[in-house]
Each structure stands twice: as C-alpha cells, then as structure tokens.
C-alpha cells in the first residue's frame, strides 16, 4: 500500500526545530515514508536551519514579508515557487508560526499537514501548551491534522494522549508533550503517504491498519 | 487523610442509570468514600430508579416543573428541601439532564459533581459522543468536574482518555466512553472525598497521592 512515488516532503519551520529533527531521524531511518528534500524557515536564524543544515537538507529562508503572523501575498507565492522547484508533493508544518491562506493551500490541496499541541478541537491557536496549563486539564496531548483554512481546524489524522501529572510543571508537562509529538508527527506522517484513507465529512477513515 | 465524617451522597439521575450502578457497587466495596444515600430523578419510570430500588438506596421525583433543561426555581428549591431532608452533603450528577442554577449551587458551594462523556473542554453540552464522533477526534474520553454555574465549565477534577479505533463504530465508541466514565466517577468521588486539594484559579491541585 506505498504511494505510487516516493513523496518528496518539505518542513516548514519557525522555531527549535525539535520536530524537524524528529522527522528527519525516521526519514533516516526509513520510516517516514517519504523523504525530507527541503526546509524553509522565515526565522533566518533559527534553531530548525542548524539543523537542516547538520542533516543536509536544502534550506531556503525565503522572504515572508511585513506580517507577523501570516505570509504577505506575494511572499506566499515566492512560496509556492520554491516548493515546486524542488518538486516537492507534501507539506509538514513543524512549529510554523504563520497561518497559511488559499492561494499557498490550494497549490498543495489535501497535502499539508501540521502537529498542535493539545487535543484539537481543544486549546486551538497559540500557547496550547499554557492554555491547557491554566484550564487544569488532565488530560491534553498532541494532534496531527490536515491544514485547512481555518485555524487548527482540518481533518484530524492522529493524536496521542498525555495526562497531566500531580508533580508537574507546566515545563515538565510542556517536555512530554513535545516528547509525543516527536513519536506522532512521523508515524503520522507515513500514515498518510502509505496508508489509503478517505474523508467522511471531516472524519479521516483509514482503510488499511498502520504498518507493524 | 479522610474526611472529618463519612460523607452523605445524593446521585441525581434522568437516565439508564448506569453511572448510579457503578457508584452503588463502589459504595458496597467500601471504594466509594461515601455513602449513598438518596436518589432524585426528574423521571419517574427511568432506568436509575430502579437500580435505586434494588439496591435499597431511598429515592424520590420531586416535581421538576414545566421546563424541559432546567428546574423550575420553585421546584429547585425544593430538591434542596429534599437533600437537607437526607442530611446530604455531596451531590453527584450521574446522566442529569437539567442544568443547575445558583440557588441550588449555593446551598452545596463546591460539593456538585458532574460526569461528562468527553475530555472537556472539548464537547461540552448535549451529545457530547457524537459531537466528537462527527468531529473525527482520534482521542476522547470523560471528565469528572466540580458543577459552576458554567455549564459543563468547572474545575476538572479527573479525566480518562478513550482512543477512538479504526473499526469503531459511534455505539461501540460510546460503549468504551460508558465503560470509563463507570471506572472513572467513583474514582473521582473517592478522591473528592479523601484526598485534600486546592483550587489554583481553576485548576484543582491534589495535595496528596490517591489510595493505592
């Protein structure tokens, strides 16, 4: 049940680059299903560049414009432009902090995916991580879901649970968290390129059960 | 660390009364930190009266007026009547399907428990299984939270993660979501009951382990 070629994936990335390292190891080791041919960053600077860079991944900063929190217009096609010339078919959002629009979504429809950490559709949008700190969840985690334009809102691909503990702090609690979006963001990732699905209303329906 | 007396519980029902079962047995086990000590249903004929009746635990309907999600004002003052008749301290909200208000919460300040089926504060409101069935959440589960004004909003006291699998169906799912809620809630009265905490903002801090 592979793709019928191997997908060619970019990271796209703003922050540490923790999750960038996480894929890039299963890429490695042959578990991602797919391969790591490009990062872009639109933080010169950043944690997720060395890396890139110690990997030998591709790494391009772009210019994202004069916004902070999306890419301006034209630099989301400058984008667009620098996906397609290393020929690249999916997307991950690996701690990026822009929220992408229509026109950068509709050049790669159906194949962007981003890691947020809680339990979508709970604590949406920044500092997930604080939100479900002051709520008093007990339990929060991770989820791996397709981009849509709405924000934290496409179809959900996979989560993983993380309970809170009584002796934790939300640093403690923030170090588990990352620690399973590390396991999840791959196994998420070679889900969806190598296992069929098909979308009933916004639930994702896995046709083949995962790989052992 | 157990409480200065034995508590004296009311369970208020509409449903099966499958929740009232699992803290009745609770009960019998000595697991339960309390006693149960009267039933209220706002349904003459439902399912919890008669496990009432079974188990010898006494149980009432007082009227519940002409509203259909609510106690009429009269009426909650009433069910008040009702437990300070019983001499009840605690009271468990086991599938009720009326939404207290003030003066009935002010009579019990910070003694109302409520078991939702989902991690809260995702789905909250009616149908929370099948809110989060339709959303295509990979992870769900219950909630055990202290009962504000809020509806389903209060501090949380204890959650329970239930994976959704890929050969779920919405029953077989709402079957395991049953089956945790039933572990879960004498847990969490237990823990109510014994363990001494604090509320920091709105989150609940245990001050000591759980009873093995």
Excluded: K
């Excluded at 968290?177 to 070679?190: G, K, Q």
């Amino acid at each position: 049940m592979t793709s019928p070629r191997s997908s060619r994936l970019a990271v796209l990335a703003s922050g540490h680059g923790s999750n960038l390292r996480a894929l890039a190891d299963a890429d490695r080791a042959g578990e991602l299903g797919g391969s790591i041919v490009l990062v872009l960053s639109d933080r010169p600077g950043c944690g997720a560049i060395s890396i890139a860079r110690e990997r030998g991944i591709a790494v391009e900063t772009p210019d994202a414009g004069c916004f902070r929190t999306r890419l301006e217009p034209a630099a989301e096609s400058e984008w667009v432009e620098r996906l397609r010339a290393h020929d690249v078919d999916t997307i991950l959002l690996a701690g990026f902090m822009r929220i992408l629009h229509a026109p950068f979504l509709d050049a790669f429809p159906g194949r962007v995916l981003n890691i947020h950490p809680s339990l979508l559709p709970a604590f949406p949008g920044v500092d997930a991580i604080h939100q479900a700190w002051r709520h008093g969840a007990r339990i929060t985690g991770c989820t791996v879901h397709l981009v849509t334009a709405g924000i934290d809102e496409g179809p959900i691909l996979m989560q993983s649970a993380v309970p809170v503990l009584d002796d934790d702090s939300e640093e403690t609690l923030a170090a588990r968290i990352h620690a399973a979006e590390h396991a999840l963001f791959p196994r998420a990732v070679r889900a969806f390129l190598e296992r069929p699905f098909r979308l009933e209303g916004r639930r994702v329906l896995w046709l083949a059960p995962e790989a052992p």
